[in-house]
């Protein structure tokens, strides 16, 4: 079958399913397998481009001289805001519309105003090409979830959107080895290499040693995406919409936005799942805005040694934790129903005390273990939520449910987690400032915190006293505003064992397959 004859059988509005396609899926395995590969793949360019500001927030911070509560606004409102709100419009362009195209064009976009980032002359420059990011990446997901649905069974599908669902912690492990590698890189060597490699006429003129390491690190994780868009266009295929659902779901006329808001309303899985899924994503954005300026502030590592720590070691525990999510739900709800709601439960719920230990722990190493288990299993929640989103709607509103939670999710957890853990941050600061009894304020702690290494070991007396106070302060106010956030994931699991109550009478893709 053509990429042509496809997105046409596609177009229709009732597909006729082909006898045992429920039990089979669109294509073959191996190239379901592909297309998986590649969405997996889009989605993990999606979140380096979107999470690599948390990994530079320290170097932005000294560069523009700004605040947790700024950078607050550079992780949460200013990709959150449009993000969100374009992702319901997105979502139901892709009901009708070739959704292959739309993530292809959805990836050239955000990919380039990544790359933008890099040349942002002030705050307000990096504040709108973040916004521009947002855009772009609103066209991802929906889609996304809707080509899987029609790909893979109801049987296979909450391991096939823990999978795409990997793109979250390997996106943000990637972000932080480039970009905390590329923050710290010696800009002359790498204009040299730029030189050897036969580029050296497009930036003819430029002095890199005036070019910082956080700007390079924009530019190289956003060109690769504009390449990515071309694959996706050139090698996926438009499936026949609903192609794996039911016969009960077939040949049905197209839902419009309000039909699919209120039978989500009905469904109190659904409510509670998103809730749920709300306040994880309000507390892990948060949290990981900043905690490679919490390894760096209270540990003492460089950004590089901070960003391998964050992206290697975290970013695989969560990365095994998003993928056995899926995995485990499908095969434990053979046995048990309702392993969707409890088992995200168990996991948060338990992360909530190692997350405790670890951010409290003077010791590096001994803390690392405690959040690396807590890292796994937090993440318990992310496979269930789009498996339930899918679930309990048909194909016809199946990008708008998962838009609908996508909203929610990062319009208040999103939009709100980094700003406001950033403004507590801030607050802690000040607080932890006027207990030292030394007459400080954060204005007064500026100058001396973007002193340079060099000019710090230079301080003596007074100078010295109040350098190490007002580093005691930015150190700690992050590290309280972190363990106070961590405590939220409790209230998640909270909701998502309340969503067992309903979950089998709720969902409707897996009631046959």
Same mark, same amino acid.
């Given at each position: 079958?053509?990429?042509?004859?496809?997105?046409? &059988?596609?177009?229709?509005?009732?597909?006729?399913?082909?006898?045992?396609?429920?039990?089979?899926?669109?294509?073959?395995?191996?190239?379901?397998?592909?297309?998986?590969? &590649? *969405?997996?793949?889009?989605? $993990?360019?999606?979140?380096?481009?979107?999470?690599? +500001?948390?990994?530079?927030?320290?170097?932005?911070?000294?560069?523009?001289?700004?605040?947790?509560? /700024?950078?607050?606004?550079?992780?949460?409102?200013?990709?959150?805001?449009?993000?969100?709100?374009?992702?319901?419009?997105? @979502?139901?362009?892709?009901?009708?519309?070739?959704? $292959?195209?739309?993530?292809?064009?959805?990836?050239?976009?955000?990919?380039?105003?990544?790359?933008?980032?890099?040349?942002?002359?002030?705050?307000?420059?990096?504040?709108?090409?973040?916004?521009?990011?947002?855009?772009?990446?609103?066209?991802?997901?929906?889609?996304? /979830? #809707?080509?899987?649905?029609?790909?893979? /069974?109801?049987?296979?599908?909450?391991?096939?959107?823990?999978?795409?669902?990997?793109?979250?912690?390997?996106?943000? !492990?990637?972000?932080?080895?480039?970009?905390?590698?590329?923050?710290?890189?010696?800009?002359?060597?790498?204009?040299?290499?730029?030189?050897?490699?036969?580029?050296?006429?497009?930036?003819?003129?430029?002095?890199?040693?005036?070019?910082?390491?956080?700007?390079?690190?924009?530019? +190289?994780?956003?060109?690769?995406?504009?390449?990515?868009?071309?694959? $996706?266009?050139?090698?996926?295929?438009?499936?026949?919409?609903?192609?794996?659902?039911?016969?009960?779901?077939?040949?049905?006329?197209?839902?419009?936005?309000?039909?699919?808001?209120?039978?989500?309303?009905?469904?109190?899985?659904?409510?509670?799942?998103?809730?749920?899924?709300?306040?994880?994503?309000?507390?892990?954005?948060?949290?990981? /805005?900043?905690?490679?300026?919490?390894?760096?502030?209270?540990?003492?590592?460089?950004?590089?040694?901070?960003?391998?720590?964050?992206?290697?070691?975290?970013?695989?525990?969560?990365?095994?934790?998003?993928?056995?999510?899926?995995?485990?739900?499908?095969?434990?709800?053979?046995?048990?129903?309702?392993?969707?709601?409890?088992?995200? @439960?168990?996991?948060?719920?338990?992360?909530?005390?190692?997350?405790?230990?670890?951010?409290?722990?003077?010791? %590096?190493?001994?803390? !690392?273990?405690?959040?690396?288990?807590?890292?796994?299993?937090?993440?318990?929640? *992310?496979?269930?939520?789009?498996?339930?989103?899918?679930? +309990?709607?048909? #194909?016809?509103?199946?990008?708008?449910?998962?838009?609908?939670?996508?909203?929610? +999710?990062?319009?208040?957890?999103?939009?709100?987690?980094?700003? %406001?853990?950033?403004?507590?941050?801030?607050?802690?600061?000040?607080?932890? %400032?006027?207990?030292?009894?030394?007459?400080?304020?954060?204005?007064?702690?500026?100058?001396?915190? &973007?002193?340079?290494?060099? @000019?710090?070991?230079? %301080?003596?007396?007074?100078? @010295?006293?109040?350098?190490?106070?007002?580093?005691?302060?930015?150190?700690?106010?992050?590290?309280?505003?972190?363990?106070?956030?961590?405590?939220?994931?409790?209230?998640?699991?909270?909701?998502?064992?309340?969503?067992?109550?309903?979950?089998?009478?709720?969902?409707?893709?897996?009631?046959?397959?």
């Amino acid at each position: 079958m053509t990429k042509a004859s496809t997105a046409a &059988a596609a177009s229709t509005a009732a597909p006729a399913t082909p006898a045992g396609a429920i039990n089979t899926g669109f294509g073959t395995p191996g190239y379901r397998a592909y297309v998986l590969a &590649a *969405l997996l793949t889009v989605y $993990v360019f999606n979140f380096i481009d979107r999470t690599i +500001v948390n990994i530079l927030t320290e170097p932005i911070k000294l560069s523009f001289g700004l605040e947790d509560w /700024q950078m607050g606004l550079l992780g949460g409102p200013a990709f959150a805001v449009l993000y969100t709100f374009l992702g319901i419009p997105i @979502a139901r362009a892709a009901e009708r519309y070739n959704r $292959v195209l739309i993530i292809a064009g959805a990836v050239v976009i955000w990919s380039l105003f990544t790359a933008l980032c890099g040349f942002a002359a002030s705050f307000l420059m990096l504040f709108l090409f973040r916004v521009g990011v947002s855009i772009g990446e609103a066209g991802c997901t929906p889609p996304a /979830q #809707s080509l899987i649905a029609d790909y893979y /069974q109801p049987s296979k599908r909450a391991t096939a959107v823990s999978i795409y669902a990997l793109g979250v912690p390997l996106g943000g !492990m990637f972000a932080s080895i480039f970009g905390g590698q590329l923050a710290g890189i010696d800009s002359v060597a790498f204009g040299a290499w730029v030189s050897s490699i036969g580029l050296g006429g497009l930036f003819g003129g430029l002095d890199w040693s005036q070019v910082e390491g956080w700007r390079i690190a924009f530019v +190289v994780v956003g060109v690769p995406g504009l390449i990515l868009g071309f694959l $996706v266009w050139r090698t996926i295929t438009e499936p026949p919409r609903g192609y794996t659902d039911p016969a009960a779901l077939q040949n049905l006329e197209r839902a419009s936005f309000g039909e699919a808001l209120r039978v989500l309303m009905k469904k109190p899985a659904y409510r509670h799942v998103v809730f749920g899924a709300m306040l994880a994503s309000f507390v892990g954005y948060g949290v990981s /805005q900043f905690t490679t300026s919490f390894l760096i502030r209270t540990h003492g590592l460089t950004i590089q040694e901070a960003s391998l720590l964050f992206g290697i070691i975290l970013g695989v525990m969560a990365a095994i934790g998003v993928f056995s999510s899926g995995w485990l739900s499908d095969r434990l709800s053979k046995r048990y129903p309702n392993a969707l709601s409890w088992l995200p @439960a168990i996991g948060m719920g338990a992360s909530v005390p190692l997350y405790a230990f670890g951010y409290i722990a003077d010791n %590096l190493w001994l803390a !690392m273990p405690a959040l690396m288990i807590a890292a796994m299993i937090h993440y318990f929640y *992310l496979g269930p939520m789009y498996a339930v989103s899918g679930g +309990v709607v048909d #194909s016809r509103m199946r990008a708008t449910s998962v838009a609908i939670t996508l909203f929610v +999710v990062n319009l208040l957890g999103y939009g709100l987690g980094p700003l %406001l853990i950033g403004v507590l941050s801030t607050y802690l600061k000040s607080v932890f %400032l006027s207990g030292a009894d030394l007459g400080l304020t954060i204005e007064a702690c500026k100058p001396l915190i &973007a002193l340079s290494a060099e @000019a710090r070991a230079g %301080l003596t007396g007074v100078e @010295a006293t109040n350098l190490a106070a007002c580093a005691d302060a930015d150190a700690k106010g992050l590290q309280w505003s972190i363990v106070i956030f961590c405590c939220g994931y409790g209230w998640a699991a909270l909701h998502y064992l309340l969503a067992g109550r309903t979950l089998q009478e709720d969902m409707v893709a897996y009631k046959e397959g």
